[in-house]
Nanobody, 123 residues
């Protein structure tokens, strides 16, 4: 069964950090790019970051550049999103998704999605 499972969300104060994990099972991430998306209440799902399997190239939304870092551990078949200096506007449900080889910021083309993990940034 092909599956993506996110973990690592939680409640954190502004300026704090979290590391999200996206673990794949049933398929190898060697052939899939992974994107992280988030959705705040009443808003559309937006692309936050992604990493391609083809060349390891990465993408970051302007709102998270310099604060978030995406990485991949091939041995664990897992992608991470390190989030530092978190802001209240980073609050939302974070999803990871898989797309063949080359990732992008749009939700289009992503074949598999995780169930999401809640991130709340509040004092």
């Amino acid at each position: 069964q092909l599956q993506l499972v996110e973990s690592g969300g939680g409640l954190v104060q502004p300026g704090g950090s979290l590391r999200l994990s996206c673990a794949a099972s049933g398929f190898t991430l060697d052939y899939y790019g992974i994107g992280w998306f988030r959705q705040a209440p009443g808003k559309e799902r937006e692309g936050v970051s992604c990493i391609s399997s083809s060349d390891g190239s990465t993408y970051y939304a302007d709102s998270v550049k310099g604060r978030f870092t995406i990485s991949r551990d091939a041995a664990k078949n897992t992608v991470y999103l390190q989030m530092n200096n978190l802001k209240p506007e980073d609050t939302g449900v974070y999803y990871c998704a898989a797309v063949p080889y080359v990732c992008g910021s749009s939700v289009k083309g992503y074949d598999y999605w995780g169930q999401g993990t809640q991130v709340t940034v509040s004092s």
